[in-house]
């Protein structure tokens, strides 16, 4: 069973950055793309950024120049390091198994708890 492990939200002004972590397990990992997705207050999950097992990259739009997504595959490890914040991406921030794609599609397993990112003044 895979098992997803994120860390690293918090609280941040507008304009701070944040870094966030997953740790995945259960998986070989370096086998697998990764993505992280957000779900905010009354709103769907989104993906937000993917990363295929050859360092390819996908973003959202409303991330894109903002957010950029890397793995370490010896630490079984993706991040996402969060630049330029806006109170828009107040959400709480997932990673999971994605199917790698023209348009990626996942998760392939369940959720992991999250982390919260709060972004205000």
């Known amino acids: 069973q895979v098992h997803l492990v994120e860390s690293g939200g918090g609280l941040v002004q507008p304009g701070g950055s944040l870094r966030l972590s997953c740790v995945v397990s259960?998986?070989?990992?370096?086998?697998?793309?990764m993505g992280w997705y957000r779900r905010a207050p009354e709103k769907e999950r989104e993906l937000v950024a993917g990363?295929?097992?050859?360092?390819?990259?996908k973003y959202a739009d409303s991330v894109k120049g903002r957010f950029t997504i890397s793995r370490e595959n010896a630490e079984n490890t993706v991040y996402l390091q969060m630049n330029s914040l806006k109170p828009e991406d107040t959400a709480i921030y997932y990673c999971g198994r994605l199917r790698w794609g023209v348009s990626p599609s996942g998760p392939l397993d369940n959720w992991g708890q999250g982390t919260q990112v709060t972004v205000s003044s």
């Open positions: 990363i295929s097992i050859d360092m390819s990259t």
């Open positions: 259960g998986t070989v990992f370096r086998f697998n793309a």
